[in-house]
């Protein structure tokens, strides 16, 4: 029997998709039933009460959790968000309820040892309930109490080999799309340039040293499958500079039918005959394409690496050779000051794991000297360009100013001269200048 | 209950402490036909929606079983995953950038299977446990934030407002029969955790009335000149109250210059906005991510204010499909539901979605505000 | 002989371009001979100074004109630019040198006898020197002394029935495309409502009452020939509503290279043969056109009117027949918050002469009202708009919102809800919400 | 010299006065052939460069012969145009809005002797005084402003400049040889009296160095306040100053905060700007007003600064040629000058134009700032 009544949730089990509420109280059940006779270190009965204040919110509307407060394990700064219940009366299974942030493997690709570890310290230890995974990439553990927070971590860390991902005003737990473990546009390796900063700059994703949050993100092509763009304050797009390959041979086989277009992404519905014509060379964007006597003709020095073409005919179409980064700077949210996406800082730069990708690394220390010196409390990256422009970020990490900064120039003319670049400088003299102008 | 320690000793909080260790290692995961192929990868298929195909240079083959979840899993729910794992793909699987959970099998017809046997898993209530779909031109998993489970300033609940969405929109996530795919979003609060403001379709959780204020706490619970630079309009500034005699330091909100962020709240716990009447929901459409044919785009509010219904809020799942099946049918292929209200003109856009158009609609914050006013006289009737 | 030695400004009197300087110096020679043996009301050699100051500013590189003064005529806050050099000493002629704005009639349509009139006042009490025209559209006659400013407007008022123009926070002197005077696309009389409005608005037009200055330009189409959108605080937009009307033998016979395209602009180069497809078709921003089985078809609900088919084939295209005006309110220059151009505000509006332009007058009211209750000192209509948002001011011009009015809709969800649209109210009470959530 | 009263009693300003009579209605002006015309034009054609050709829809045909003036005429010039129209048009002509004269005819052949008649002036200097051209895809006149002939704020001069450049373009004023009308803007100071934000190719000059105070005389001839509201970047503060033992309230400004704008000496005469070394010009490009095909958009700086270099500023014509001709070249027919650059993406124009990028043509101002920056992986290398 169920602790509280959930009538309005109970509405949420019927309907095909996977019903949170249904799993919520499974485990509801199982803990109730705790078949393996744990000694569950937190209250038994804490999903029934989540379900519990959650059915409070569905009646009347509004949250019923309070203001986080300061929680967190010893020496870290982040990794943990305290979260208290404003009922705790009606619902003491989660009157603390705090959320762990566990750092995923890149790619998000598991072994189900990995998992079941984990899911064993979490069904002693916490609520039994996650998200997989959090927005920003983390496995997040979701409900346990303050002095559980040391022993999970001493557990994950001794026994599992696994940290706390970040919160705060730190590095936020970088993520990467799966690239190369099995997509074959990844035009650099996402997984190890995301582990490799993520292992580099561990002390700033554990200790706030910085005006606020900070992202990184990993896409491995233009098509952005975890939205490096859109989400990081610093996103690391793939992306390649020599032609793209064509295999004419190929080529004819989409447009001959033999080969579904998009890998088959629009065999739902009925579109008639792929058109390479309409599909394809109207819809590029750099209108690069043409297709002459059964032949795709391609001006590659004008492709803007838009994807379009390769993701239509994947089998006859390959990324070029010469491949790296384009890095984007100041993506995030609207609050304050609008939403933001990022933009392209570095057009391109190689990916250089012989190094230990330290052009990378210089780069993000020149970026993170120059926010941590300017940087306002509370204001992201995207926020101080936007206050000092882009030209000052783009100075601070040694970049020149190259015209694939913009989508165009200014439209006003307020340039900021410096005195030195101005002949003569600023000195004047206002007498010596009352001689050649009376008053 | 018994308090089992793990090793740690409170009192020495240093000793043989491990910390800085980061994630594993990504390759320790990586099924054998993926690390055998890593990075030679040459071309992929959807065989069927859910079920991927990629072929690598060496000619072997993978095949990808591709299924959602609610993201709030429980772990029970997860080791069943995990037993799936072990039995069709020894012990490995992947989830992916949206919520969904990925199994990996070397042989084509095990993956038929597996698709199969995955649709056949339902949960007690009658729902799909992990059901598959969420590749091609089609609806995939939503993005989504904690709501009223976990979250302090939600205007709205998270897993709710999927579940409701997603049971609409069903058979776009089983099926690929839109013109392009169609990446829906929810957040909240305009904090936006689910990065909403690039989305085909974004749900977003908003407050409605001004912060109500905690006079009595608020010197005590909050750094004042905190809280006043937050507000993004500057509608907060420092004040003075008399309460039972008592004089208490605390702030005062000019209300007709709040645009309901909820930036105060974050920084002071005495700000609460939430309101049964006042919170509920704005849609948000035509933002993308991709930079296929055209560029990233931000989304953009087209329904300003639904109330919460919950627990299915009908009337938001409404507008948000009669949305979708407009796109579905007017668009061109391969064109993303921004990019088709682009070309068709927002004017039509309203009409054909049925929307009414307010003037809430019509961007008021800051200079580039001007940049979404019409300069030109082209415009449709 | 030249008074001044004008060694850089020579070099200006070679070349095509006819010759500014040659000009004034004919001006000089001119009142130097005096034919008709007038008695020149300001300094005879004020060309020849005009001439000796420049030749300082293009050796120099300075400017040598100070701050205008105020000086005007009676009972007028504008129309005339008060200007002294900074030299007076050196260039007596021009140390008083102010400039008047003479209204131009709409069109700028004259017959001699009209400028003949005006040379001869200008002769006698001016420097003989003018623009036709300045850059708002008034008649510019360069330099005068401020002892003739009364002398010279009682002439023209008397004299030639002729006004000042604006300068000032007033109303600016409107003006308009030719329109229906000599254009076939035209869509409404612009030069008839310009003058009506112009009648109107004269206190306006010459007694500062607003916070800063304010212009109306009248385009008849959206070619835009006296560049509304961009040039004027309110910009009165020809448009049309009824499908183009489409003479699809004419189209043939522009197809078959019978009649120029675009009525021959392009002749001085060899573009090949008119391609309809290429050159109209698939430049129609609407994408509204195909061409098949020899005729012209369009969806002409789709159509944006951006002229671009009729401009090409204008012997076979017309402009629909329900015409009227878009309204675009705020276009200015770039000071002080960047450029604006003119944004939407009035989809469409009648242009109706039975009654007056009521509808049209009533707009403008409504929207100065507003202007000058909530506009800044020196602030535009544009930087108001910007300042409370373009609602606020479709609120004050009694105009319900439209998506014709944007581009498209907000980005950011910072709506500024007002109490009475939320259910409840915003009376809340804190007691109340501490009942339903502990602190 | 006698003063010569007009009839104005300066003791009695309001006698006799007449005001508020606004200008004289244009049908008086117009050629009966127009008049009866009126509002019933049927086509036109461009005969030839600076020849127009109007069918009315009565069958009644005009023509009109179209011609340059460097705008700053004299009476001696206007009165010869005034010759002209008595002498072929019965007394009417017209200006355009881009101070280019029309002689309006009924007779072709009149029309082309009169076009022959023009070309044939010179001014004694050499340069022609009626140059005939000016339609269609060509350049017509520039519009322009005042200069050092009669401002107080430029930055350069309007007249030199302006005859510099159509020398330097004159041919495609008496051709139409380019894919579409190429319109080129003048203006002396950030004011923009030329409108020069809308054009394909505008010239403007800027100051380079902050304004002179001139202490001593400030307090005087400003009001202090109104110069501080004037700075858009806030960087003046009211300030006080001792000069030989005397307190003057002046003004302090913050250098590094001005881009010289000039707004403040625009309030303020003890603000200048000027300096010989310090301003120059400025080149934007890609602005357009017609709404035919592309919505009407903002020119944009591409060269940052070129000295002033009287009389005929040679590098600000050659590289002002150098973009036209590119242009010319490399557009498709009917595309404007912006249109063409957006399409091959503003890496390629620079590089095709040879003009060097710097960091000065990163907008830098205000949060519109933003929009101009990249947010994609789409450009070219
Ligand atoms: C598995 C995943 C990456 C991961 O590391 O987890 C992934 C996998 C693939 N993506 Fe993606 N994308 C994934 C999230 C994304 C996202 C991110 C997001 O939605 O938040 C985007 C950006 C969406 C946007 O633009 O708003 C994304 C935009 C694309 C595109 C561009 C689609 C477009 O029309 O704009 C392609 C190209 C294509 O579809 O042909 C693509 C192509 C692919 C390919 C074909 C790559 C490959 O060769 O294997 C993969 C299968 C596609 C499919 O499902 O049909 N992937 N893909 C993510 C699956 C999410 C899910 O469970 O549904
Ligand atoms: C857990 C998570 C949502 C989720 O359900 O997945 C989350 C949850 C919270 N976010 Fe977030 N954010 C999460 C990803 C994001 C993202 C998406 C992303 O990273 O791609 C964004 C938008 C992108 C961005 O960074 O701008 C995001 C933008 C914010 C903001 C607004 C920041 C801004 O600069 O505009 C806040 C407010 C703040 O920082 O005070 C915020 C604050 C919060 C807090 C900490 C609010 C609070 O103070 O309690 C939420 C805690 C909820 C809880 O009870 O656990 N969260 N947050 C995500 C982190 C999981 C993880 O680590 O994997
Ligand atoms: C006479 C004048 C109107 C007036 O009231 O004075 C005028 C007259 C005509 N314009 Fe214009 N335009 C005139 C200034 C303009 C302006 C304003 C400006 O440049 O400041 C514009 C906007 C320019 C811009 O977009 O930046 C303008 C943009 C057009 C267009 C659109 C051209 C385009 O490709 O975008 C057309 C259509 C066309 O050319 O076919 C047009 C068409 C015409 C037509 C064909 C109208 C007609 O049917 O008679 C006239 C002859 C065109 C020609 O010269 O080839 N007129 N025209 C102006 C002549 C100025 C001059 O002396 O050169
Ligand atoms: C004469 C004229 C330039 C020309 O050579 O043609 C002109 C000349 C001056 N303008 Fe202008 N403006 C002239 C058209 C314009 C235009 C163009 C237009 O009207 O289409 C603009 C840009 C459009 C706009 O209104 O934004 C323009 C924007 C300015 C500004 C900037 C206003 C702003 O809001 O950004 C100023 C500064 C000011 O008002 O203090 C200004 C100020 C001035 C002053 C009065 C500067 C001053 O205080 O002395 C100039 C007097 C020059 C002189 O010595 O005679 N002038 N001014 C134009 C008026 C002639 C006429 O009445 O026909
Ligand atoms: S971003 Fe590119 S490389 Fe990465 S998974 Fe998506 S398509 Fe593949
Ligand atoms: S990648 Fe995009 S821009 Fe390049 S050729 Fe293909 S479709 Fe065109
Ligand atoms: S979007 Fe807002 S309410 Fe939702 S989880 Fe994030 S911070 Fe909390
Ligand atoms: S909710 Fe936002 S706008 Fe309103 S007072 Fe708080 S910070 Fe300011
Ligand atoms: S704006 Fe239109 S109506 Fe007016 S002259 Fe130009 S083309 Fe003709
Ligand atoms: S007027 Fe413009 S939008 Fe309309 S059909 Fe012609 S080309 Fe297309
Ligand atoms: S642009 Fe500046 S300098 Fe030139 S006339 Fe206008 S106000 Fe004077
Ligand atoms: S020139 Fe402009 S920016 Fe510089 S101080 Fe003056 S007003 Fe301010």
Redesign the interface.
Known sequence: MAKHKTP????????????????????AA?RAKNEKGL???IAVDC?DD?LG??EL????????????GIVGI???GGGVIG?YC???EMFPGVAH?H?MRV??????????????NL?DI???RGS??????G?T?DIIL??TST?QL??????M??G????LGGSGSNLRTP?S??G?????Y?CY?T?ELC?NL??EY??E??RPAFPYKFKFKFDGC??????A???SDLGF?G?F?GPIKIDQEVVAAYVGGEI?P????????D?GKFDIQS?VVD?????CLSYEDGKLIMDH????????CI??M??ALKIGDERGV?I?CGAK????????????LI?FMEVNKDDDYQSIKDLIENIWDWWMEEGK??ERIGET??R?????L??AAGVE???????????????????E????G?E???AD??K???? | ????????N?DK??E???????????S???PPV?KKN??K?????????GVLC?TAESGDK?Y?VRC????????????E???I??KYCG???????R?NVEF?VDDKQVALDLKTFLNDQK?????????VGG????VTNI???Q????????AT?A??T???T??VV?DD?T?????A?VRISM?CC??????V??SDIAILGIHRKPPLIDHEYLDNLCEIP?AI??C?TGAIRPSKIELDGETYKTVAIKEERCMF?G?C?TMC?SLPL????G?GIALMVGGK??????K?A?SKVVVPFIP?E???WPTMTKVLKKILDTYAEDAN??ERLGDWANRIGWERFFEKCELEFSSHLIDD??D?AYYTWRQTTQFKW
């Not at chain 1, 750092?103 to 079941?116: E, I, K, S």
């Not at chain 2, 990868?41 to 929606?49: Q, R, S």
């Open positions: 309005l949730l109970d509405q949420l089990e019927s309907g095909p998709w996977p019903s949170f509420v249904s799993d919520i109280k499974q485990e199982s000694d569950y270190q999903p989540l204040v959650l919110s569905y009646s009347d509307g509004e949250t019923h959790w309070k203001h986080g010893f020496g870290y979260r404003d009922q705790p309820f959320t750092a995923q493997p890149m790619g998000m690709w598991y072994n189900t040892g990995f998992l079941r899911m979490w069904d002693l039994g309930l996650t998200n997989m995974h927005a990439g979701l409900g002095p040391e022993e999970i971590y001493w557990e860390t001794h599992m080999d696994v940290d993520a799309c799966m190369m473990s099995r997509c074959e990844a390796d997984q582990y993520t292992m561990q002390d994703l554990h233009p098509n952005g499958c975890v939205a763009i859109a989400r797009l992306t500079k579904a998009n890998a088959g992404a629009h065999s739902g519905r579109w599909e819809n590029c964007p750099s209108k020095k004008e492709c803007v690496r838009c994807m379009h993701n239509t994947p089998q384009s984007f949210a609207p609050i304050l000051d609008g939403p933001q996406m990022g933009s392209l057009p409390n509370r360009m936007k000092l422009g882009f030209a000052a783009a100075n100013a190259d015209p694939r900064h913009v989508q165009e120039p200014r439209h006003n003319p307020y340039i900021f001269w410096k005195a670049e101005v002949e003569g600023w004047r003299d206002i200048f009352r050649r102008h009376q008053r | 209950m018994a308090f089992i320690s793990s090793g740690y409170p909080p240093m043989n402490r491990i910390s800085d260790i980061g994630p594993r290692h990504f320790e995961y990586l993926i890593f990075g990868w040459d071309y992929h298929e959807i065989l069927e929606p990629h993978v990808t959602a979840t609610a993201r709030l899993m429980s772990i029970t729910h997860l080791r995953i995990c037993d794992a072990d012990g490995h699987l992947r989830f992916t950038t919520n990996i949960f007690e209530g009658g729902s799909f446990k992990f059901p590749t091609g031109a089609g993005v989504h934030t709501g009223w489970v976990h979250c302090h300033t939600p609940d897993s709710g999927v579940k409701a997603m049971d069903f996530f099926d690929m029969k839109l013109p795919p957040a305009l904090n936006m955790c689910g990065a403001h690039c905190l630079a937050a993004p962020c930036n709240y716990p939430a309101d049964t009447e919170d991510i991709s930079n296929r044919i055209t990233p931000f919460n919950p627990p299915r292929k391969y914050f800051r580039p």
